[in-house]
């Protein structure tokens, strides 16, 4: 392949650059010469990182990796690919920020799950390497074993929770076989919601999977009982399943600043809907994420509006720096209108290799990204590519995902919505959904070129995802060809406004209460609700507390709001305790209140003076009832008898 120094030279020009022929080979000396010396060392060269790094034992600084030769170099545009070169060596130089892990231990304790004696076939590959039992559900015939080498028994699996050394399964039409069981297999009495716990489950079942995104929950082996390869290489992986593992932590979880619930009232509630392996439940006030479950797909991180859920592989922060690096470097070393794609390590890593490999390689100006799962990546990486200069974005997916992708189609919709709002021209932001590389680049050919930001932004902030997600956004509109201040949003946006209908609202202040960032405000001097829509999250709370049912969720992005005062929605006249002149409620609600017990209820009769207590505040209320010695229970009307249901259904007969 091609190498065109002069252009990565221009793109990283604080560094020393050199080319070679066959650095792995005969030029190995000259590798350990620069490993030798002071500063940090990037290696465009993958296929050897073994090699290089056994030679560089000893070696002063830091040393890092990148491909580009699939990537870039091999392609029918590689003689154009200097740019893209010098963005993947800037990308490779960013720091990556160090994750915490998770440990299971397995002492591997399996249950075998299956309905014939494909089941038991398996059991006995197994018995000298796990502790195995053996639960056939509904069994045909089976044969009694010669010698009981390990237990099978009856019983179907109704729940089944838990991951890699803590799986619970609740189990009915449980029994044991009679030892003097002589042609098939006869069970004792059967029994219902049975307790098992074991540390692996290899299920032969051949029914549904035991578990949603079944692929993704660590310690559950599925396989067809008709295809004994199958079964086979099932039985292979769970025999690799005892010790203690290390698995990451994908996700960072702050409790305090999650708003999926208050006073028992659901607000926020995007991560249970998005979890494809449900390790996501609600928990109080808050929800709790089971690390064991998590598979790290990072859609509750992408989703989550103020950042309680937050990525930590990488976190959103040190992902913007790569994007950063990548498209700034890009357009330095002469580059221009580039596509970002985004791609993960499994799927669209082995994608671009055999493209490279076997067809035209990717474009020049496709710049590919890897990231853990694609569907981390959230609207903020989006808005920031934009800003930074890139004029595309694409999302490599595999054609049937492992599991559900429902929240990256919300972050393309309401990315389609931003840029389209600003300017940008034509499809910017789409998946590509293929398991086949012509394919893969085939579409990626035909992308029409659209141009990018004239003056690329080159913000470099840190924090929560929530508040890049805004910074991004306004560095985006201040870059963008067609700024405008006001952007609809679809539906479960992290931004907003919320619509009160005046007429209804009481001024009860029940929306303020709950509101867990500070979006609506009271004054503690006069009646009066207040919105400030820069706090705003969208999290529908005070739409769930208003007893009057008169809020609504409005999804937009109001680029004048971090700027603007708060807008007052409405306004009334205190009511002023008329004894001590103290105001204490709202005017107009004391005044509905007194006409509906004046003359109606047998405390208030028409036009008695003790009406005038509504009228004050909690303190002369207490002080008036006390000068007067009022006795509540005076004047109670008598009944001969207690009353019923009947007595209230013949009262409710008589209104009619």
């Known amino acids: 392949m091609r190498l065109d120094t002069a252009a990565i030279r221009r793109g990283c020009p604080n560094c020393e650059i050199a080319d070679f022929h066959q650095l792995c080979r005969h030029q190995l000396d000259h590798f350990r010469n620069a490993a030798k010396a002071e500063g940090p060392l990037v290696v465009g060269c993958t296929q050897e990182a073994t090699l290089f790094g056994n030679e560089a034992e000893g070696g002063s600084g830091k040393m890092d990796f990148v491909n580009l030769r699939e990537t870039a170099g091999w392609s029918v545009e590689g003689a154009k690919a200097g740019p893209k070169m010098a963005a993947l060596i800037a990308v490779a130089s960013e720091p990556a920020p160090a994750y915490p892990f998770v440990a299971l231990k397995s002492d591997g304790v399996i249950l075998i799950y299956g309905r014939d004696e494909v089941a038991v076939e398996a059991g006995q590959l197994l018995f000298d390497h796990l502790d195995v039992t053996v639960m056939i559900t509904k069994p045909a015939l089976i044969a009694p074993p010669a010698t009981t080498s390990f237990p099978v028994v009856k019983g179907t699996i ?38 098992s716990r074991c540390d692996l489950v290899l299920d032969l079942s051949g029914g549904t999977p035991l578990f949603p995104a079944h692929d993704l929950r660590d310690g559950y082996l599925r396989a067809d009982p008709r295809d004994p390869s199958a079964m086979l290489r099932a039985v292979l992986k769970a025999r690799d399943f005892v010790g ?3 698995k990451p932590k994908y996700v960072n979880f702050s409790a305090e600043i999650c708003v999926h619930s208050r ?28 690390a ?17 859920a937050s990525y930590a592989l990488p976190p959103a922060d040190a992902l913007l720096h790569k994007l950063r690096a990548m498209l700034l470097t890009y357009r330095e070393a002469g580059g221009a209108n580039p596509v970002v794609l985004f791609h993960d390590s499994q799927h669209g890593g082995p994608l671009i290799d055999a493209l490279a490999r076997h067809g035209d390689g990717l474009p020049a100006d496709v710049l590919p990204f890897a990231v853990n799962e ?43 919505a931003v840029v389209g709002g600003l300017g940008f021209s034509g499809p910017r932001v789409a998946t ?28 470099k902030t840190v924090g929560k995802r929530s508040d890049l997600l805004r910074f991004a956004l306004h560095e985006l509109h201040r870059v963008a060809p067609a700024p405008t201040d006001i952007i609809a949003l679809p539906e479960a946006a992290p931004l907003g406004a919320i619509s009160v209908n005046v007429d209804g609202c009481t001024l009860c202040l029940s929306c303020v209460s709950v509101c867990p960032t500070g979006a609506l405000r009271d004054d503690p ?47 009334e006249e205190p009511a002023l305790c008329i004894r001590c002149n103290k105001p204490f409620g709202v005017k107009s609600t004391i005044e509905k209140i007194a006409a509906k017990l004046e003359g109606r209820h047998w405390m208030y009769p028409a036009g008695d003076a003790r009406l005038n207590a509504v009228r004050m505040c909690a303190d002369c209320r207490v002080i008036v009832m006390s000068e007067q010695q009022f006795d509540p229970f005076a004047g109670v009307p008598e009944r001969a ?16």
């Not at 008898?641 to 009619?656: A, G, I, M, Q, V």
């Open 525 to 571: 001097e006069r009646p009066v609700l207040k919105f400030v829509e820069d706090a705003c999250v969208q999290c529908g709370l005070c739409r769930s507390a208003c007893p009057e049912k008169v809020i609504t969720l409005k999804p937009q992005i109001d680029f004048r709001a971090a700027r603007a005062a708060p807008l007052i929605i409405k306004e």
């Open 432 to 459: 590509i959904e293929t398991d086949d590389p012509d394919a893969l680049g085939e579409v990626l050919r035909e992308i029409e070129p659209a141009p990018a930001v004239e003056r690329a932004a080159t913000f």
């Open 263 to 290: 006073s028992k009232l659901t607000g926020c509630h995007r991560c249970l809907d998005l979890c494809p392996t449900r390790a996501i439940t609600p928990d109080g006030d808050h929800v709790k994420i089971d």
């Open 292 to 308: 064991g479950v998590c598979a790290g797909c990072g859609q509750c991180a992408a989703a989550c509006p103020t950042g309680a």
């Open 244 to 246: 203690s593992f290390d």
């Open 641 to 656: 008898s207690p009353r019923t249901t009947d007595d209230y259904l013949r009262e409710r007969e008589n209104k009619r």
């Open 158 to 195: 109704r729940n089944a929770k838990g991951h890699l050394g803590a799986f619970e399964l609740v189990i009915d039409d449980y029994a044991l076989p009679q030892p003097s069981s002589r042609t098939a297999l006869v069970f004792e009495t059967p029994r219902n919601g049975l307790t």
């Open 374 to 416: 694609v569907t981390q990546v959230g609207l903020e990486a989006v808005a920031a590519s934009f800003a930074y200069g890139a004029a595309g974005i694409r999302f490599l997916l595999r054609a049937k995902p492992r599991h559900d992708v429902a929240g990256l189609s919300q972050t393309v919709a309401m990315a389609d």
